[in-house]
C-alpha cells in the first residue's frame, strides 16, 4: 500500500467527511474525524520520510500520464506542509469533542465534523497536487467549508464576518483560477512541473506578466498578506476556538506554500524577483504588516481578536523571509510557518479552554485568571513567549534564522526591524499576563476548576512541541533547508 | 388543496419525461454529451417543480430530509469507493481498467458507477438546498397554513 | 483590426470589471453576490475563448476532420460553474440568516447594530 500514500493523504478525510454526516448517533461522528486524522498524521509522517530518503514522489492518479493526468507530487516542500497541517488536525480534533458540543449543541455537531473533514481535505489537497487547477478546486473545497465553520460561531457578527471572508476569499479564489488560466493560454499545459519547464523557455510576455500579477494578488489575499488582511480578524474573532484554532494555524500556511510554489516552482526566481520587483513589494507590505498589525493587537480588548491581528503580523514574518530570496530567508518563512503554526494553535486552544470555562475572552473578565486556571494560563504565556521570540522557544530559532538572511541579503535594516517588532509582540503579551496574575480575582468570581483534561492535554501538546522544537531543531531546520534549497535549486 | 388544474395536471404528465430525460443524459454520459452533474440537475428541476406545484408538505413526503441527507453522503461515499476499490485490487486510485475483464469494460463500468455518484449527491444537494430556502420562507413568512399551499 | 476581432476579450473585461464593481461599490449583500457571480461569468466566457480554434469541430474523432477545439477549458469550467453555484449557495443562506439576526441585509445598517451593541 505504500505506493498509494499519496492519493489514501486525501482520499480518507474526503471518506471520513460524508461518513461523519451519516453516523449522527453520538460521539460517532467524532470518532470517525479523530480517525480520518490521526490516520492523516501517519501518512504524511511517511511521506516525509520517503521523501527525504528515495527524493520526490509523483503519483498519478487514474494511471494517466502527466502532463496530462492529475498528478499528486510530493517534495520536501509540500511533504513538510502535509506534516504541518495534519498533525495540528490530529491535535485539534480531541480538543474539539468537549468544546464542540459546549458551543455547538449535540444536535449540530455531526455538522462541524463534516465541514471540518472537508476543510481538512482540502488543505491537503491544495498542498499535495501537483496540477494548477486542481489546486484551485482543493482550494474552493477547504474555503467553502471554513466559511461554513466561521458562520457556526455563536455570535451573530460569525455571519458577517464568514460573509465577508467568502467575497473576499471568492474574489481571491477568481483572481487565482484567472492567472492559472492566462498561464494555460500561454502554455497549452496544466501541470505544475510541465508548467515551469514550458515557461521557462518562453521571453516575458504581457499575458505571463499578467498571469503573475494575478496569481501574486489572488494568493496574497488568501494568505491575509497586509492591505489584504482585512477578512481575516473578524473571521478568527467569530469563529467557534476549535475553528479560530485549526484554520489560524492551517489555512494561511498552506496559502503561503501556494506562494511559494508559484514564485519558485512555477515562475523561476529570476523572473518573480528579477524582473518583477516583487522582492522589494513583498519587503515593504511584510514590514508594515508586522508594525501596523502588531501595533493595533496591542489595543485590543478581545483576546480572540489580539491573536488575529498577531497572526498578520506573523505573516509578515513568513513573507519577509520569502522576499530575501535566498536560502536562508526562505528556510526561515518556511521555519515559521511550523513554529507559528504550533505556537498560534496552541495560544487558540488556550484561548478556547479558557472560553469553556468563563464563557468570555475578554480581557476585563480574565483578572486573575492565572490562578483560577494555572495550566490553560501556564500555556498560554510560554505560546506568548514563543510569538515574542525568546531562546530556548521556536520563535527564536525563525528569527534567528530571519535575520541571518537578511545579513546575507545585505539589507541589515530588516534584522534590526525584526528586532524592534518583536518589542511590540512583548507589550500585547504582558498586557494579559499582567492582568491574569498581578490583578485580583473579582470577589464574586464563581469557582472554576482548569479546563478538562481532553481540551488541556492538546493545548500542551502544542505548546510542548513549540518548546521542544527550540530546543532540538534538527528536524524542522534540517527539512526547512532542504525545502529552501529545492526551491531556489531550481531557478 | 387550490385548484391550480392545468398546473397540476401539466406537472403529472411533465414529470415522468423530466425523469426519463434525466435518465436518459446520465447514461448518455459514457459516450456523449451528458453525465452526473447535468442529470443531477435535471433530476433536481423535476422534484422542485413538484414542490412549487403541489407543496412543499407533499414534495418532502416523496423525498424526505433524511434520504436527501443519506443521498449526499451515498453519491460521495460512492465515487470515493470506486477508488479505493481500485486501489485494493492492484490499480492506481481511480484507475477504471483494472475493474472488470479487460480495460474498455472496466472504463465503462467505472465511469458509470461515479458519473451514478455525481448524480444521486447533485440531486440530493439541489433539491435539498430549494427545500431549506423554500421551508425557511415558509416557517419565517406570513402564511401559517402550512405547506400544503403551492408557494 | 486585431483588436475588434478578439471582441470576446472586451466583453470578458467589461463583465470583469463590473461585476468586481458591483462587488465592491453595492452595501446590499445580495446585489454582491450577484456581483461575485458576473465577476465569475466573465472567468467562464475567458477560459470557453481560449479552447475555441478557428474552423474547429467538436473533439470527436471522425474522417475527414483533422482540427478541434480544445475540450480541456470546457472541462475545467464546469467544475469552476459548480463551485461558483456552492459558493453562491453558502452566499444566500449566509444573507438569509443575517437578515434573520439583524433584520436587514444592507451593510451600513449592519455596521450601525454592530456598533451600538
Known amino acids: 500500500m505504500t505506493e498509494h500514500l499519496a492519493a489514501l493523504q486525501v482520499v480518507i478525510p474526503l471518506i471520513c467527511a460524508p461518513l461523519c454526516m451519516l453516523v449522527r448517533y453520538r460521539d460517532w461522528s467524532w470518532i470517525v474525524a479523530l480517525f480520518g486524522s490521526w490516520s492523516c498524521l501517519v501518512i504524511s509522517w511517511l511521506l516525509l520520510q520517503q521523501v527525504m530518503t528515495g527524493g520526490i514522489i509523483s503519483y498519478h492518479m487514474g494511471d494517466w500520464a502527466p502532463p496530462l493526468g492529475i498528478e499528486y507530487r510530493v517534495d520536501t516542500v509540500n511533504a513538510f506542509v502535509l506534516l504541518i497541517v495534519s498533525a495540528i488536525g490530529a491535535v485539534v480534533t480531541p480538543y474539539a469533542r468537549e468544546s464542540v458540543r459546549a458551543e455547538f449543541g449535540v444536535n449540530r455537531v455531526y455538522l462541524f465534523y463534516t465541514s471540518y473533514m472537508l476543510c481538512f481535505c482540502g488543505l491537503l489537497g491544495v498542498t499535495i497536487t501537483g496540477d494548477a487547477f486542481n489546486l484551485f478546486v482543493f482550494l474552493e473545497i477547504s474555503s467553502l467549508s471554513s466559511y461554513v465553520l466561521i458562520a457556526m460561531g455563536k455570535d451573530r457578527r460569525a455571519l458577517t464576518a464568514a460573509y465577508q471572508y467568502l467575497v473576499l476569499g471568492t474574489i481571491g479564489a477568481t483572481f487565482i483560477v484567472i492567472g492559472i488560466g492566462l498561464l494555460f493560454a500561454e502554455t497549452g499545459t496544466l501541470n505544475m512541473a510541465d508548467l515551469a519547464e514550458r515557461l521557462a523557455d518562453k521571453p516575458l510576455s504581457r499575458t505571463i506578466g499578467a498571469a503573475f500579477g494575478f496569481l501574486v494578488v489572488g494568493i496574497s489575499l488568501k494568505l491575509a498578506l497586509f492591505p489584504l488582511h482585512l477578512w481575516l480578524p473578524n473571521a478568527y474573532t467569530y469563529a467557534p476556538s476549535v475553528v479560530s484554532a485549526f484554520l489560524a494555524a492551517t489555512a494561511t500556511k498552506v496559502a503561503v506554500y501556494v506562494l511559494l510554489r508559484f514564485l519558485f516552482t512555477i515562475f523561476d526566481v529570476k523572473l518573480s524577483f528579477g524582473v518583477m520587483p516583487l522582492d522589494s513589494i513583498l519587503l515593504v507590505l511584510a514590514v508594515i504588516a508586522m508594525f501596523a498589525a502588531s501595533a493595533v493587537a496591542i489595543f485590543q480588548p478581545n483576546l480572540k481578536r489580539m491573536l488575529a491581528y498577531s497572526s498578520v503580523a506573523q505573516i509578515g514574518y513568513m513573507i519577509l523571509g520569502i522576499s530575501f530570496a535566498n536560502v536562508n530567508g526562505v528556510a526561515a518563512g518556511i521555519l515559521h510557518l511550523f513554529n507559528h503554526a504550533l505556537m498560534k494553535g496552541g495560544m487558540f486552544l488556550a484561548l478556547g479552554c479558557f472560553f469553556y470555562r468563563i464563557a468570555s475572552v475578554n480581557l476585563d473578565d480574565m483578572a486573575g485568571i492565572g490562578r483560577r486556571m494555572p495550566w490553560t494560563m501556564a500555556a498560554f504565556v510560554v505560546g506568548g513567549l514563543g510569538l515574542i521570540g525568546v531562546p530556548l522557544t521556536v520563535g527564536f530559532i525563525s528569527k534567528w534564522y530571519l535575520v541571518l538572511g537578511a545579513f546575507e541579503r545585505g539589507w541589515w535594516f530588516a534584522a534590526a526591524l525584526v528586532l524592534l517588532c518583536s518589542l511590540l509582540a512583548v507589550v500585547y503579551i504582558w498586557r494579559v499576563v499582567e492582568v491574569a496574575y498581578l490583578k485580583p480575582a473579582p470577589e464574586n468570581a464563581p469557582d472554576i476548576e482548569d479546563a478538562p483534561p481532553s481540551m488541556l492535554i492538546p493545548t500542551w501538546i502544542l505548546i510542548g512541541a513549540s518548546i521542544y522544537y527550540g530546543i532540538n531543531t534538527d528536524l524542522t531546520v534540517g527539512a526547512a533547508k532542504l525545502a529552501a534549497q529545492q526551491l531556489l535549486g531550481a531557478g | 388543496m387550490y385548484s391550480y388544474l392545468v398546473l397540476r395536471v401539466v406537472a403529472k404528465l411533465l414529470m415522468p419525461f423530466i425523469m426519463l430525460f434525466g435518465l436518459y443524459v446520465q447514461f448518455h454520459g459514457d459516450f456523449g454529451p451528458g453525465g452526473g452533474f447535468q442529470a443531477g440537475v435535471i433530476f433536481a428541476a423535476g422534484f422542485i417543480l413538484y414542490a412549487l406545484i403541489f407543496g412543499l408538505q407533499n414534495a418532502s413526503r416523496v423525498l424526505p430530509r433524511g434520504i436527501l441527507r443519506f443521498g449526499i453522503a451515498l453519491g460521495v461515499l460512492l465515487y470515493a469507493g470506486v477508488g479505493v476499490y481500485n486501489l485494493l485490487v492492484g490499480g492506481k486510485y481511480l484507475d477504471y481498467n483494472v475493474m472488470a475483464q479487460n480495460a474498455v469494460h472496466g472504463q465503462h463500468l467505472g465511469i458509470l458507477l461515479v458519473e451514478l455518484g455525481v448524480g444521486i449527491t447533485v440531486t440530493s444537494v439541489m433539491v435539498m438546498v430549494f427545500f431549506t430556502f423554500a421551508r425557511h420562507r415558509q416557517t419565517k413568512g406570513d402564511d401559517q397554513d402550512g405547506g400544503s399551499r403551492p408557494l | ?117
Not at chain 3, 34 to 63: C, D, H, R, W
Not at chain 3, 90 to 116: F, K, M, P, S, W
Open chain 3, 1 to 117: 483590426m486585431a483588436a475588434v476581432g478578439l471582441y470576446n476579450y472586451w466583453i470578458v473585461v467589461f463583465l470583469m470589471m463590473a461585476g468586481f464593481y458591483i462587488v465592491i461599490a453595492h452595501d446590499n449583500l445580495v446585489k454582491k453576490i450577484v456581483g461575485l457571480n458576473v465577476f465569475q461569468a466573465s472567468v467562464f466566457v475567458m477560459y470557453i475563448t481560449f479552447g475555441k480554434i478557428q474552423g474547429g469541430t467538436a473533439p470527436i474523432i471522425a474522417e475527414g476532420i483533422t482540427t478541434y477545439s480544445n475540450p480541456l477549458p470546457h472541462v475545467l469550467i464546469l467544475t469552476a460553474i459548480v463551485v461558483g453555484v456552492a459558493t453562491t449557495a453558502l452566499g444566500l443562506a449566509l444573507v438569509v440568516r443575517i437578515n434573520e439576526a439583524y433584520g436587514t441585509i444592507e451593510e451600513d445598517e449592519i455596521h450601525v447594530q454592530d456598533e451600538e451593541s
